[in-house]
């Protein structure tokens, strides 16, 4: 395997989720990485240690995690922009505490998700230096400013000619909203053009780029596998009745893989893929996610988008090309009949994902139906084999070791299978 594929740079894999969080918002362009922008340009000022800007970076790449489940999210994000007051009351900290939870097992994002959970939390002259009965960190009152500042710019306008009055809005909350040395920070950054044209600049990932310095995570390590669950979780959480389902997949991938004798490290690359073969999802409103009928001819098109934007955001990072495959060809079928690409012939490894795929999905509940049993699911993966749709092969594999599989839907039935099916992922 070349040197390139071997290791993964962590910004990468960082930046590939705050472009995946985007999509859900297109209309506020890059707000997360501009968030970052933001509150590294302000830590700078504060001449924090390099570890503090890192963490910071992170924090401002994945602040709204835990906002993708919300159909009022919209509504959240735009609650600084003058006249668009949030009344989102509780939801404005949940998503933060929600973001928090998501992230803080991660060991690398640990602080990063500290600052994540009070980054909604006002200064207030002081009181927010805590914030049920918890210390808010600085950071969060970073995140604080940089979140407010990163969705001020109006798009179309020229950025510097808009400078001032963003400044304005910014100092006109001093001591309520922020902290006043923050503020200052800011004031100090945002005296120089370069400042703006940074924010609004397609080159923002250069910038950032030289605060993750150069660590880098092999393919195979658990770091990786333990970033991707976490990834999985972002997607999965956001309906109630996807909540297992990338562990799901990554957990039937594997098995197949080890069925078909499969090097262990191609397994590992199954399982990743499964974890992420619906990151573009998050490009998908939670009201359709949710929906309990049908959906309509128009809703079925932005569902159709979602491995497209899989495919392009995980192959954007080097070193993870097999997985944005394997991953994104999920809904593409043998006979071409598939999408996004109607492609014939996809590589082994995605034919697997794709029967881990559909075979997860008819063991999981839906809201239009109940979760299928093992017999059941496999009858029907049988019948699509039969039509040239699904690989007849990977689909004998499934039925080959019904004491796995089997075992697998009866333990995701249970309440607390969650655990259960993670470690089965692992
Ligand atoms: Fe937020
Ligand atoms: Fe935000
Ligand atoms: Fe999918
Ligand atoms: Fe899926």
Not at 151 to 172: E, F, K, S, T, V
Not at 245 to 266: C, D, T, W, Y
Request: glycine share 8%.
């Amino acid at each position: 395997m070349p040197e390139s594929q071997s290791n993964i740079r962590y910004f990468d894999v960082v930046l590939c989720v705050s472009r995946a969080l985007d999509l859900l918002s297109p209309v506020l362009s890059d707000h997360h990485q501009r968030t970052a922008y933001v509150a590294a340009c302000i830590a700078e000022e504060l001449q924090l240690d390099a570890e503090q800007k890192r963490d910071i970076v992170v924090a401002g790449a994945l602040h709204d995690a835990g906002a993708v489940s919300m159909s009022s999210r919209l509504a959240l994000l735009q609650s600084a922009l003058p006249g668009h007051e949030c009344d989102c009351g509780e939801d404005v900290h949940r998503h933060g505490l929600d973001g928090y939870r998501l992230l803080h097992e991660f060991e690398p994002f640990a602080n990063a998700a500290r600052a994540i959970r009070f980054h909604h939390v006002d200064w207030e002259g002081g009181r927010g230096a805590e914030f049920d009965g918890e210390p808010v960190p600085l950071a969060s009152h970073i995140l604080r400013v940089a979140d407010n500042v990163a969705i001020l710019p109006r798009r179309g306008d020229n950025i510097l000619a808009q400078a001032r009055h963003i400044r304005a809005l910014i100092r006109a909350h001093a001591g309520t909203r922020y902290r006043e040395d923050l503020v200052a920070a800011f004031e100090q950054a945002a005296q120089r053009e370069s400042f703006w044209l940074d924010l609004v600049s397609p080159y923002k990932e250069e910038i950032l780029r030289p605060y993750f310095g150069t660590h880098r995570v092999a393919l195979a390590s658990d770091a990786l596998y333990e970033l991707a669950r976490l990834l999985g979780r972002i997607i999965d959480y956001r309906s109630p009745f996807t909540v297992l389902h990338s562990a799901n997949v990554a957990a039937a991938a594997q098995r197949i893989g080890e069925l078909a004798g499969m090097p262990p490290s191609q397994v590992r690359i199954l399982g990743l893929a499964g974890q992420l073969h619906d990151l573009g999802k998050l490009a998908v409103p939670p009201e359709i996610l949710d929906k309990p009928a049908g959906l309509s001819a128009q809703e079925e098109l932005i569902v159709r988008q979602h491995p497209y934007h899989t495919y392009r955001i995980l192959s954007m990072v080097p070193g993870l090309e097999e997985v944005a495959l394997y991953g994104a060809l999920h809904h593409e079928r043998i006979d071409g009949s598939g999408y996004p690409y109607r492609m014939r012939g996809m590589p082994f490894g995605s034919r697997v994902v794709a029967v881990a795929d559909v075979f997860a999905a008819l063991t999981e509940d839906r809201p239009y139906r109940a979760g299928m049993s093992w017999e059941r699911s496999v009858g029907i993966l049988d019948g699509m084999a039969a039509r040239g749709v699904l690989d007849g092969e990977v689909v004998a594999l499934v039925r080959r070791d019904p004491g796995a599989f089997g075992q697998f839907v009866e333990r995701r039935r249970e309440p607390a299978s969650r655990g259960v099916a993670q470690a089965a992922a692992s």
